[in-house]
């Protein structure tokens, strides 16, 4: 049996974090035993679904770098199919057609709870002969649900769960306007597809008793089923807005790397003893549903941020330099050019050292094509003070006369320059910093002045000098 998982998001919204961990899990199974990963568009709620949101989800599993192995399924398309297994399950005596009225439906539900109990169809149509329903009325139809016994869903995760049948009604197959339920369209199409293995929330447990009877009624295969706890906020709470981020999309806008966030999604919920850090191609390698636990988890944003600074330490210069570049295109107070791209590049090793979000990188970087004159922080404003100034005029004249202005140039000379002065190297660098950056913080300042250029560093100096 080749292993088939699948992803089934709704459009109705932006990529929840905890859908994007449900699409790993799914992704990660069955690229571990050598199977397939499709993907299903779950659009049959046509007022809600939106093509920006189809956008959003196919955007979103490309940049976590999950790839699906067929083209994508559209619910939507599939109705028709839908109703013929609808209308089998008519033909084999499991499913009948239902004549009771939104108040007659209303009123067994007020019934029920006077009665104290659970409000659920009563089965008013279940055994009568459809000729007693007034001539044109509208109807649904409902699955004949089994009354005595129980059913028993063998869990990969959750383990054994199980439910009376008596506590669940004739669940509605197709609906008084002709559309299919959710619950129906998910089982036709997940038996179509060939799916081996249903991964998803826990939320979903109580539906999978009720589409585990469609499956029986259409004498069908059980997939094997294996329910993920949810992810709750820091305080155990649902997780919300008040917590952070809460969507793939605004992940990746606060700077987190597809393979930071990846990462840090498959050790919430899953462990493989103290391994933490874990590439794609370990995950794939390590992954299975014996190392999920069966308890919520709780998003730890701060941890996060940990695993995305390690990730952006790995990642590779040129591609940290184009997203910076691309980030930095958003402001008005920075150059974007070729020649400010190259100084990030020399610079990237030395920046991405202290980042920890591509963000903070960006921040970080954009002194290398601020427009003069700069704006100074409180800090670097204080170091340029009178004395700075008097240091910076005369380290200004040794630089001009450099002819190399490697690391290696300048460093010699500040240093000489410290000597002959008697001063220590951080009473140059700091002034430096300052006027080359705006702010006390910088890669090294021969580094520094070596990425913006003699140029660029003499106008910077004029600029602070003729202030």
């Known amino acids: 049996m080749k292993i088939r998982t699948r992803f089934a998001p709704s459009p109705t919204g932006l990529l929840h974090i905890g ?4 699409a790993l899990f799914n992704y990660l199974y069955a690229r571990h035993h050598g199977g397939e990963f499709l993907l299903r568009i779950e659009d049959t709620d046509r007022q809600r679904s939106t093509q920006h949101a189809v956008d959003v989800i196919f955007d979103g599993l490309k940049w976590m770098g999950l790839d699906w192995d067929e083209e994508p399924v559209f619910q939507s398309t599939r109705q028709d199919r839908h109703i013929e297994v609808v209308q089998a399950l008519i033909e084999k005596g499991q499913a009948y057609r239902c004549y009771s ?8 539900r007020e019934k029920a709870r006077a009665e104290k109990r659970p409000p659920r169809y009563d089965g008013t149509w279940r055994d009568r002969d459809p000729s007693e329903a007034p001539e044109g009325a509208p109807y649904a139809i409902r699955l004949k649900a089994p009354q005595t016994g129980e059913t028993i869903i063998h869990d990969l995760v959750q383990g054994d769960v199980k439910v009376a049948n008596a506590e669940m009604d004739d669940l509605i197959l197709l609906r008084s306007d002709g559309t299919p339920t959710y619950l129906l369209a998910v ?3 997940d038996h179509d597809m060939d799916i081996t293995h249903v991964m998803r929330g826990d939320d979903h447990l109580t539906n999978t008793f009720r589409q585990a009877m469609i499956y029986r009624a259409m004498g069908w295969d059980l997939p094997q089923f294996a329910h993920l706890p949810l992810i709750h906020g820091p305080d155990g709470a649902k997780l919300s807005k008040r917590h952070g981020a809460q969507s793939v999309v605004e992940f990746r806008d606060e700077g987190i790397l597809p393979e930071a966030l990846c990462n840090y999604l498959l050790r919430l919920g899953w462990g493989h003893g103290d391994a933490e850090i874990l590439s794609r191609e370990e995950q794939i390698a390590l992954f299975d549903l014996d190392g999920v636990g069966q308890s919520p988890s709780r998003m730890d944003y701060v941890k996060l941020a940990h695993i995305n600074g390690v990730w952006m330490r790995r990642a590779d210069d040129e591609r940290l330099t184009n997203d910076v570049m691309t980030r930095l295109k958003e402001r008005d107070d920075v ?5 400010v791209r190259g100084r990030i590049l020399a610079l990237m090793a030395g920046l991405k050292e202290r980042a920890k979000t591509l ?3 960006t921040d970080s970087a954009a002194f290398a094509g601020y427009k003069l004159p700069l704006t100074f922080t409180p800090k670097a404003e204080k170091i340029l003070s009178s004395e700075g100034k008097e240091i910076l005029k005369a380290i200004a004249d040794k630089l001009a006369e450099l002819s190399s202005f490697t690391p290696e140039d300048i460093d010699r000379v ?10 220590k190297l951080g009473a140059i660098a700091q002034p430096l910093r300052a ?3 705006g702010t006390t913080t910088s890669p090294g300042i021969d580094l520094t002045l070596s990425a913006l250029g003699k140029e660029e560093v003499l106008t910077r100096l004029r600029s602070v000098l003729e202030k």
């Open 101 to 108: 009225t939104p108040e007659e439906l209303a009123e067994m």
């Open 435 to 437: 006027a080359m950056t």
């Open 187 to 189: 089982v036709v199409d």
């Open 19 to 22: 859908n994007a961990r449900a």
């Open 359 to 361: 963000v903070e990188l």
């Open 335 to 339: 150059i974007i050019n070729d020649e």
């Open 414 to 423: 500040l240093r000489a320059f410290a000597e002959e002065k008697e001063i």
